[in-house]
């Protein structure tokens, strides 16, 4: 069975602080794709990035971060020097290699920038 | 990359009735998918909606509840049956798009139930 945990429920902090939010999934499939959506209070849901499981690199984006460690079935997204409009609910998600095969999502992690 | 559309963005729905979200997509997918989120919850899947077939529901989610039709590679309806409270939820529609490698989301209609 596909599973992806996001242990941390809310997190706070203080502006231009780095934060790290944790992504863990299960899956038996050798391929797969990761994403993170950010999910403003608007209540839409915004791609942030997808990574496919052959592909380990860690990628940088602005203040955005990524570490893919398969030995540990992790993606976890870190914000550097966060900022009050990062304020947000966060996803991690799972969807197998077929064309069409829908999400399987994280709990989410709602992160809190204070100024 | 793949712009999707969702009416209503926002509705407040009498207990009993029934309502209908639509969903546009710019360009034509294979595989729409219809989420909800109830508050304060993370997204789950309802049904994934191939165009010329019938929707296919996930379990806890019945077809005479959540009618889908999928007239065509670009449009797709939800429709949430005789409301009660507990169906207050974002409704979110989603397509593949890339291979089925990117997955996008409509902004998301907000119905409340009273």
């Known amino acids: 069975a596909q599973k992806v945990t996001q242990a941390q429920t809310e997190i706070s902090v203080v502006e231009k602080e780095d934060v790290t939010l944790d992504c863990v999934y299960e899956t038996r499939d050798t391929t797969y794709y990761l994403f993170w959506y950010k999910q403003p209070p608007s209540g839409e849901l915004v791609f942030l990035i997808r990574?496919?499981?052959?592909?380990?690199q860690n990628e940088i984006s602005g203040r955005y971060s990524w570490n893919f460690q398969k030995s540990t079935s992790s993606f976890n997204f870190t914000i550097t020097a966060s900022q009050v409009v990062d304020s947000a609910v966060y996803f991690c998600a799972l969807t197998m290699n077929q064309a069409g095969t829908a999400l399987i999502f994280g709990k989410g992690t709602t992160l809190s920038v204070s100024s | 990359s793949a712009v999707i559309s969702q009416k209503p963005s926002r509705d407040i729905c009498q207990r009993g009735t029934s309502l209908t979200i639509q969903c546009q997509v710019d360009s034509q997918v294979t595989m729409m998918f219809w989420y909800r989120q109830q508050p304060g919850q993370s997204l789950t899947l309802i049904a994934t909606?191939?165009?010329?077939?019938?929707?296919?529901?996930e379990s806890g989610f019945v077809i005479d509840k959540f009618p889908i039709s999928r007239p065509n590679l670009t449009f797709s309806t939800l429709t949430v049956s005789n409301m009660s409270p507990e169906d207050s939820s974002i409704y979110l529609c989603s397509v593949a798009s890339g291979g089925g490698n990117t997955i996008y989301f409509g902004e998301g209609s907000w119905l409340t139930v009273v």
């Open positions: 909606a191939n165009q010329g077939s019938e929707a296919t529901y």
């Open positions: 990574r496919n499981s052959f592909d380990e």
